[in-house]
């Protein structure tokens, strides 16, 4: 089993920069991808950005250039820094893990069914 649990969100007014984390345990190290997701209230969730053992990265085409997956292998943390913020990206973010390599799946629609651990959640908000 692996356990994920998310840290760091909060307030911040748009144009700001945030951080939040993800810190993975249990079976975490043969986890081949591991991403962040979000869910605004009253819309689906999608994905935002995907890391795999290997450091390559995805994101979606919405937070191009703006937002940065890193990882610490040795910790098992995940991390997700937010620059240029936007009123839109407001939402409750989610770590989570996938012992395949599956970070295509954030690019499509329903792709959060693929993944099979999950945190609960942290939630941040963009104020413009």
């Known amino acids: 089993q692996v356990q994920l649990v998310e840290s760091g969100g909060g307030s911040v007014q748009a144009g700001g920069s945030l951080r939040i984390s993800c810190e993975a345990s249990?079976?975490?190290?043969?986890?081949?991808?591991m991403a962040w997701f979000r869910q605004a209230p009253g819309k689906e969730r999608e994905g935002v950005a995907c890391?795999?053992?290997?450091?390559?990265?995805t994101y979606a085409d919405s937070v191009k250039g703006r937002f940065t997956i890193s990882q610490d292998n040795a910790e098992k943390n995940l991390y997700l820094l937010m620059d240029s913020l936007k009123s839109e990206d407001s939402a409750t973010y989610y770590c989570?893990?996938?012992?395949?390599?599956?970070?295509?799946?954030?690019?499509?629609?329903?792709?959060?069914?693929?993944?099979?651990?999950w945190g609960q959640g942290t939630q941040v908000t963009v104020s413009s």
């Open positions: 890391i795999d053992r290997d450091d390559k990265t």
């Open positions: 249990g079976n975490a190290y043969n986890q081949r991808s």
């Open positions: 989570a893990a996938s012992a395949a390599r599956i970070c295509w799946t954030i690019t499509v629609a329903g792709g959060d069914q693929h993944w099979g651990h």
